[in-house]
């Protein structure tokens, strides 16, 4: 009865836990460059004596689905958008992380920021110059007209980087960071769309229908954990005898 229990309320536990991942992704459907999260678990088997046949749903650490999301244009010179795999190198502390997120700004001393993150270039974070006009190559140059106009100057380059497969993890800020202490490389074929903005990769239409059924199966725990409480009652009755 305690086994039923126990894995009736561990899987409920792992329910919750779901539901507010699914929760968060529907949150954030509409924040760009937004990676949507999903719940791990694993059946775990209890260790000691008389206790290997009850397992209980242990929650993992959620994954993060890395599928780019749809291109957004806006005609903004600031914005950018990665093509195909890739992220950009911003600052956030002491680390270096990353972000698909292009919605830059330009702070009153130059610097290029995204979502309050310094952006990084080749040299550490890029500070521009006063300009009148700004162009982004596709491989993440910065061209600088001056105000009195004349002829282009370069501002810096966009720090790009291509991490491997499992190489990046998603922190509780919402930026990736990788899980090696050096910042990583950056990579020369990148490419990036000026006016484009990158949306989130959330499916509102899966996140719903995954958000009831995660309902659903909170309920059927539940029912279960009272299931166990009304068998447990009425073997006490059997024991008294009343």
Do not use: C, W
Not at 53 to 61: G, N
Not at 97 to 119: D, F, K, Q, W
């Amino acid at each position: 009865m305690d086994r039923l229990l126990y894995t009736a309320m561990s899987g409920a536990q792992h329910a919750m836990m779901a539901q507010g991942i699914r929760a968060n992704n529907l949150a954030n459907a509409n924040t760009q460059g937004f990676r949507a999260d999903y719940e791990q678990a694993s059946a775990r088997f209890l260790e000691g004596d008389g206790l290997h046949t009850r397992a209980l749903a242990q929650s993992l650490p959620a994954g993060t689905n890395l599928a780019a999301g749809p291109l957004q244009q806006t005609g903004r010179d600031l914005d950018i958008a990665i093509q195909g795999d890739g992220f950009i190198a911003v600052q956030s502390g002491e680390n270096e992380a990353y972000t698909r997120a292009g919605n830059m700004l330009v702070s009153p001393e130059g610097e290029l920021t995204i979502n309050g993150h310094p952006v990084v270039g080749e040299g550490g974070a890029l500070v521009l110059p006063e300009f009148s006009q700004l162009e982004i190559g596709s491989d993440g140059t910065v061209s600088l007209t001056p105000p009195g106009g004349g002829a282009q100057i370069e501002g810096g380059r966009i720090k790009l980087v291509r991490p491997e497969d499992g190489q990046l993890k998603k922190g509780l800020d919402g930026l990736f960071y990788a899980d090696q202490p050096e910042p990583l490389a950056m990579d020369e074929n990148i490419v990036l769309k000026q006016g484009y903005l990158e949306g989130a990769n959330v499916n509102v239409v899966e996140e719903m229908v995954q958000t009831m059924a995660l309902g659903r199966q909170f309920e059927l725990q539940v029912r279960a954990m009272k299931t166990a409480d009304d068998q447990a009652r009425a073997g006490a009755r059997l024991i008294r005898g009343s």
